[in-house]
């Protein structure tokens, strides 16, 4: 017979332990994308997203002086949208 036992104490520090990592990571989610992010968060280049993507009409684009900046989960939801489409 195959007896199992666990630590509970162990158990609950490795699960303190990973929900703190993830917890973290949420925490340091970008509010707003540029453009360098929105490249690299869809693997697509800046001249491909600038002629198909950003221009598009619903698309969230903001400009802040010169710079182009969109907020991180509109954009998120609109290109899971969009990329259904293309």
């Keep these: 017979m ?3 036992e666990v630590d ?9 332990a990973a929900l ?9 989610e970008k509010v707003f994308w540029d453009m360098k992010t929105l490249a690299q968060k869809t693997s697509m280049s ?3 997203l600038e002629k198909h993507v950003i221009y598009q009409p619903g698309f969230p684009l903001h400009r802040v002086g010169k710079k182009r900046i969109f907020p991180a ?3 998120q939801e609109f290109l899971l949208d969009w990329v259904k489409n293309y």
């Design 8 to 16: 509970p104490e162990f158990i609950e520090k490795e699960f303190k």
């Design 46 to 48: 800046i001249s491909h």
């Design 2 to 4: 195959i007896r199992v």
């Design 20 to 28: 703190k990592k993830r917890l973290d990571e949420l925490e340091s």
């Design 73 to 75: 989960k509109e954009a």
